[in-house]
């Protein structure tokens, strides 16, 4: 009886100490999954603000240049080179009754950026934004001023134009009341008439340079592109460091 007795807690005992093992492996396994997890978001976060300290030097390259002719910025997109904020010089005539809005926001007033097709001397459209007016000034007549005429060189970035809508909770273009929500260059084009095979398949945003009348208020590209890459690397490295610090105190309370 007495031998059996012992026998029991012996196998108790083992099992005990297997049960034990095997938890704690696991929980090894788990903690070192875990581990290569932040890791590997940690060193992603890394290559990203690589990415983005790229492009942000690139753009303010671009910016700096000296104004390129059409045809430059021309062969860029038809070779596939990113042609977003290029300085661009253009001079051509406004074709002020085909005009298109696009809803947006500006020096904490809302209103529309004003999309105006220049022809050029070749026959050419590009389609300008002009800038900023409010939703007073959204019909032409409120600002007959700014409706220039005759050959007018404009100077700005090209803007490439989006092939899709950016996003599901952007409501989609009402092009009946001619109010874009966003840049569809080719709908843009097509509601107001013009040949698509003339319309060149980019944008170009108007600088700054002031004009008669005030309105449109040219400069409003916007330049705010969140870089907060390195915040999100320390915080997955930060939480690789405290897990491993949690594993060990858990440790050494075990040994002791």
């Not at 590209?221 to 890459?229: A, C, I, K, M, R």
Request: proline share 4%.
């Amino acid at each position: 009886m007495h031998t059996r007795a012992r026998s029991i807690v012996a196998d108790t005992v083992s099992d005990k100490k297997s049960g034990g093992l095997a938890g704690r492996i696991i929980g090894i396994v788990l903690v070192l999954v875990a581990l290569a997890i932040l890791f590997a978001l940690g060193t992603w976060q890394m290559e990203r603000l690589a990415w983005k300290e790229g492009l942000l030097a690139s753009i303010a390259e671009r910016r700096a240049a000296p104004p390129a002719d059409l045809a430059a910025i021309e062969a860029l997109a038809k070779a596939g080179e990113d042609v977003d904020y290029r300085t661009v010089r253009v001079t051509g005539t406004y074709i002020n009754n085909k005009e298109r809005h696009f809803f947006a926001t500006y020096g904490g007033r809302t209103g529309y950026y004003v999309y105006t097709p220049l022809q050029l001397t070749d026959g050419q459209i590009v389609l300008v934004n002009r800038g900023f007016v409010t939703f007073e000034a959204k019909e032409p007549e409120m600002r007959k001023q700014g409706q220039l005429t005759g050959d007018q060189t404009v100077t700005g970035l090209s803007r490439a134009k989006l092939l899709e809508k950016p996003s599901w909770a952007v409501p989609d273009n009402d092009v009946a009341k001619n109010i874009f929500y966003w840049k569809d260059l080719d709908v843009m084009a097509a509601s107001t008439g013009l040949d698509p095979a003339k319309v060149v398949p980019f944008f170009i945003d108007a600088d700054a340079t002031p004009h008669e009348g005030g309105m449109p208020i040219g400069g409003v590209t916007q330049f705010d592109f969140p870089n907060s890459h390195l915040q999100y690397a320390m915080t997955w490295y930060g939480l690789a460091a405290a897990l491993v610090v949690i594993s060990g105190i858990f440790i050494f309370r075990r040994k002791t």
